[in-house]
């Protein structure tokens, strides 16, 4: 999914541009659809909560692997550190809230938690418009 590729470059919304800009110079995305793209992004980061997530105050750790002792990898789409606090994000651009979801978040939650953050988790479904919570 395009979305998910841009994402995973993005640290801060000040960075969007150069990585839209980026991709289309490497042929990853075609000059006609980087209007279309850029509406995007700015739909995506005007969703409730999300724009925050973008800011430049947390340590950030997008596509970043997690071993676990029984089940082998997993990579949240986005962590994000502020001392021993930890927010996990994971981006969803399809036209369903499915349980699934949650249940992914909640393992990497526990997995977090276990490293001694205290967590929270979202879900962000961008084709919705909408972060759902994780418990």
Not at 29 to 48: G, N, V
Not at 96 to 114: F, W
Request: neutral net charge.
């Amino acid at each position: 999914n395009l979305m998910h590729s841009i994402l995973q470059r993005i640290y801060t919304k000040s960075d969007t541009e150069k990585i839209l800009t980026d991709m289309t110079l490497n042929g990853l995305i075609a000059q006609d659809e980087l209007p279309s793209i850029r509406q995007k992004m700015e739909d995506f980061f005007s969703i409730s909560g999300v724009a925050e997530w973008f800011e430049p105050k947390y340590k950030v750790l997008n596509e970043t692997d997690i071993i676990m002792a029984d089940k082998g990898i997993c990579r949240p789409d986005r962590i994000l550190l502020d001392g021993k606090n930890a927010i996990v994000i994971d981006y969803k651009f399809g036209e369903k809230e499915l349980d699934k979801y949650k249940r992914q978040v909640s393992e990497y939650m526990r997995l977090i938690a276990e490293m001694g953050y205290s967590v929270k988790g979202y879900i962000c479904y961008g084709s919705l418009k909408k972060v759902v919570a994780v418990e």
